[in-house]
């Protein structure tokens, strides 16, 4: 029924041109749903379930190389840093019992908690997150730091077998959400193919492009999960997700659009919160003529966000008007969201002072088998060509995604959604520097440059407010000089076999399958 809709109201778009994805969560049955307590699919047990995902993992699983948002959201539940974040936000301790912070705020003192084992049954030792934090701090022969907060790091100490001492060089307020980067055993050398971690899960096996299974990890230091198996199936098309749910081969699966989720009647329940990412049409400010900012200001200009949420996703997101989302809630600022609203006359008079009076093609590289960012491309391909920009998509699977758009920047513009890696503004904002490795926008842009030196003084110095001001003046540069156009949070449908229980939402983007369990 959407598609059919949504060809309508393209239709309609199209008509008209010719003439001119905080944090919080809600469950809900689906419709027609029925009370399935304890049961269990076919493929599955009362401990064992089977949960679909729209892509592979990347190739390596070494948690401190990993580039994607979907293998950080799978392996959450392998991996543990010395804290770890908690549903509401919190940072807890974790392969730590408790740390002490000096007074100055530069250092800090972790004591290891007792009984923490890796998945091979070792004991970590001060060693093993010493060479952990050490390997992702090296800048060695030019190296940049694996984690970049911890270029901060002076040195790195282990006292003695169950203390770790970090100095840094200043304070940094923010530094503490950065240590939950994994804990991995010293010197292993398999963490790519055979990932070792001290997380609720451990990895078993994989079979690349079908299935990665965990299992449970009974030597665990916390609560250990009621699930004793789990199978992550890798799904190229949602249709195909949505038909391994209705026949029971599949008992979980997160990020469904609305009319995936309206296909399950009987025997599911519909969790409802959102995805905690930025969505927008990411361009690449190095090539032409998206180099030029009137340009990239009339594709801002030419965009109506809230019919992209409407047709796109069924009005299930969050407007954003920059690259910040609502559960950051003292650094997201929502008067940025309409900072442009829809004036197509204004966006051809950009057009045209840039030397575009007639338009350009544009390609937009869209993962395929993220549905919502397809659905996304379709309605902005119609909204461009009001203003004289004709927009050809390009779906590409999403190892082509990650190899062609994020790291060659191979690309005019992409529709995707960027997540933080750490519940940390600066894990949000960081990316766009022009030095940072990982700016796959090439944006570039000397004053927001200065603003990020800034935040790090202030960081330093525990101006909690004079940094949010800092981080909220990046996030108008970002705006103001359209570095992308920004669109929405993705509202995150997860659909859960009746019988199950304990699925939690996170304000960052990870699946934690810990707390699932038969009713």
């Known amino acids: 029924m ?43 047990t009362a401990d064992s379930i089977t949960v679909g995902i729209a892509q592979d993992l990347d190739e390596s699983l070494d948690p401190h190389l990993t580039v994607s948002a979907g293998t950080r959201e799978v392996m959450f539940n392998v991996f543990e840093g010395l804290v770890k974040p908690t549903p509401s936000g919190d940072l807890i301790d974790a392969v730590a019992s408790h740390h002490e912070v000096s007074a100055d705020g530069t250092v800090y003192t972790f004591t290891l908690r007792e009984g923490v084992k890796f998945h091979n049954g070792a004991a ?179 965009v109506d966000k809230q019919q992209v949420i409407d047709l796109a996703t ?42 575009y009076p007639n338009g350009f093609d544009l390609s937009i590289t869209v993962p395929s088998n993220y549905q919502p960012h397809v659905d996304t491309a379709q309605v902005l391909v119609e909204q461009l060509k009001a203003i004289g920009i004709n927009v050809q998509i390009e779906p590409v699977d999403w190892n082509t995604w990650v190899s062609r758009v994020y790291t060659d920047r191979d690309y005019q513009s992409t529709v995707v959604g960027v997540d933080a890696s750490s519940m940390t503004a600066r894990a949000m904002l960081e990316r766009f520097t022009s030095t940072y490795g990982k700016n796959f926008t090439n944006y570039s842009n000397a004053d927001y440059d200065a603003l990020f030196q800034k935040t790090q003084l202030v960081t330093a110095s525990g101006d909690d407010t004079a940094q949010v001001d800092l981080y909220k003046q990046m996030e108008k540069n970002l705006t103001e000089n359209a570095a992308n156009v920004y669109l929405q949070d993705l509202g995150d449908l997860v659909a859960i076999r009746s019988g199950l229980t304990g699925y939690q939402f996170y304000p960052i983007y990870v699946m934690d399958l810990s707390g699932v369990k038969a009713e």
């Open 2 to 44: 959407k598609k059919r809709i949504l060809a309508g109201l393209l239709a309609t778009l199209l008509c008209a041109a010719l003439s001119g994805c905080g944090g919080g969560s809600e469950e809900s049955g689906a419709a027609g749903a029925q009370s399935n307590a304890g049961s269990a699919s076919p493929g599955s």
């Open 124 to 302: 970590v030792t001060a060693n093993d997150v010493v060479w952990s934090i050490e390997r992702c701090a090296d800048t060695s022969e030019g190296k940049t730091p694996l984690v970049e907060a911890f270029s901060n790091i002076q040195s790195v100490k282990a006292p003695d077998e169950k203390t770790v001492v970090i100095t840094l060089s200043a304070p940094d307020s923010e530094f503490l959400a950065s240590l939950t980067t994994a804990i991995l055993p010293a010197n292993y050398d398999q963490q790519a193919t055979a990932p070792i971690g001290t997380g609720p899960f451990k990895f078993v096996s994989r079979t690349n492009g079908d299935s990665i299974v965990l299992e449970r990890f009974d030597d665990y230091w916390g609560e250990k999960p009621e699930l004793k198996t789990v199978t992550f199936k890798i799904f190229e098309s949602g249709d195909a997700m949505v038909l391994a749910l209705q026949s029971g081969a599949i008992d979980l699966c997160a990020h469904l659009t609305t009319t995936q989720a309206a296909q399950l009647k009987d025997g599911f329940k519909i969790l409802k919160g959102t995805m905690n990412l930025v969505q927008a049409l990411y361009l690449n400010n190095a090539v032409k003529p998206l180099d030029d900012v009137r340009v990239r200001q009339a594709l801002c200009y030419a």
């Open 314 to 355: 069924d009005g299930t997101g969050t407007a954003l008007g920059s690259s910040m989302y609502p559960a950051f809630t003292k650094y997201f600022d929502d008067s940025l969201t309409n900072y442009y609203t829809q004036d197509i006359q204004k966006a051809k008079s950009l057009l045209a002072e840039a030397g």
